[in-house]
T-cell receptor
């Protein structure tokens, strides 16, 4: 099956710094990638939809200047958390979709962010 | 937008018992119905899905049934094992390539 990777899997940073998370589709080209955030014991909440070569579409309540998304190629999307604060600590998960496989979306393993 | 509800929120069973989780959705245009399993600290994993032209689908111990009229679909796990312990999410979808809207999840605990 299709594989999606995320890097890093764990990151700890100081408040005020920026953190970049990568999402890669390893064996397919992803038309669209999605970024989700998950707080402990809660469901996945969609943050933004990312299409290669175009600006990301953010969900209501998600600050686009704080969560910068770049989808520079069909296999890579990045999420940068700028000026991170403790409340940004969460589990960030990406998924990728390719029209080749119908509706199926493939999820990455997630990135745990802890802001001190 | 789509309103998704899952029941129950927690489910505890003995090893070997069956487990059923129900997902109710609001958008009658939904036509793709996946179930995801998420283990602690990991991303969601697709375990079974069904499309609107099919009423039931089975894969070994796992099955999904769909009632489009009533707008709900259910996950059935038979002969549960401790490794089935996880959080299960439904995520009905109206159009391929759009984001999945997840239910709140069901925590399944299988005790041996």
């Amino acid at each position: 099956g299709a594989v999606v990777s995320q890097h890093p899997s764990w990151v700890i940073c100081k408040s005020g710094t920026s953190v970049k998370i990568e999402c890669r589709s390893l064996d397919f080209q992803a038309t669209t990638m999605f970024w989700y955030r998950q707080f402990p014991k809660q469901s996945l909440m969609l943050m933004a939809t990312s299409n290669e070569g175009s600006k990301a579409t953010y969900e209501q309540g998600v600050e686009k200047d704080k969560f910068l998304i770049n989808h520079a190629s069909l296999t890579l999307s990045t999420l940068t958390v700028t000026s991170a604060h403790p409340e940004d600590s969460s589990f960030y998960i990406c998924s990728a979709w390719t029209s080749r496989d119908g509706e199926t979306q493939y999820f990455g393993p997630g990135t745990r962010l802890l802001v001190l | 937008g789509e309103n998704v509800e899952q029941h129950p929120s927690t489910l505890s069973v003995q090893e070997g018992d069956s487990a059923v989780i129900k997902c109710t959705y609001s958008d009658s245009a939904s036509n793709y119905f996946p179930w995801y399993k998420q283990e602690l600290g990991k991303g969601p994993q697709l375990i079974i899905d069904i499309r609107s032209n099919v009423g039931e689908k089975k894969d070994q111990r796992i099955a999904v049934t769909l009632n489009k009229t009533a707008k709900h679909f259910s996950l059935h796990i038979t002969e549960t094992q401790p490794e089935d312990s996880a959080v299960y999410f439904c995520a009905p979808q109206t159009q391929a390539g759009t984001a999945l809207i997840f239910g709140k999840g069901t925590t399944l605990s299988v005790s041996s």
